[in-house]
């Protein structure tokens, strides 16, 4: 019994090490989204922090500046989201396709 509880804890500590390895390449990764047909594009690194907002100037009609307003939010949120879908994709191969119990993030 002793011998299986030192794999498990062996096999967790090397998971800790992969999801630390994993949460300093996703801040270091961009992810971009544009919307409006390139009016509005916005990366965001995989920590989901706004890294740049780019507007395409010919897109800018101070009568509409809420349609702007919207495209700048759209844009975010699909930037955002495609970070969250690499992370979780990434998650999933770190952990074998195991789900965490509700409430646990990892790392520890």
């Not at 907002?53 to 307003?69: F, G, H, M, Q, Y």
């Not at 699909?78 to 191969?93: L, P």
């Given at each position: 019994?002793?011998?299986?509880?030192?794999?498990?804890?062996?096999?967790?500590?090397?998971?800790?090490?992969?999801?630390?390895?994993?949460?300093?390449?996703?801040?270091?990764?961009?992810?971009?989204?544009?919307?409006?047909?390139?009016?509005?594009?916005?990366?965001?690194?995989?920590?989901?922090?706004?890294?740049s907002?780019?507007?395409?100037?010919?897109?800018?009609?101070?009568?509409?500046?809420?349609?702007?307003?919207d495209?700048?939010?759209?844009?975010?949120?699909?930037?955002?989201?495609?970070?969250?879908?690499?992370?979780?994709?990434?998650?999933?191969?770190?952990?074998?396709?195991?789900?965490?119990?509700?409430?646990?993030?990892?790392?520890?």
């Open positions: 019994m002793m011998r299986n509880m030192a794999g498990m804890m062996k096999k967790v500590q090397e998971m800790k090490g992969r999801m630390e390895a994993l949460q300093s390449e996703m801040e270091q990764a961009s992810f971009a989204a544009s919307v409006g047909g390139d009016s509005v594009i916005v990366t965001v690194n995989g920590k989901g922090f706004v890294k907002v780019s507007i395409n100037p010919a897109s800018v009609d101070a009568n509409e500046i809420d349609v702007l307003e495209m700048i939010c759209l844009a975010t949120n699909n930037a955002k989201q495609n970070a969250e879908a690499e992370m979780a994709a990434r998650m999933k191969d770190i952990t074998g396709g195991l789900p965490l119990p509700p409430g646990m993030n990892l790392p520890f």
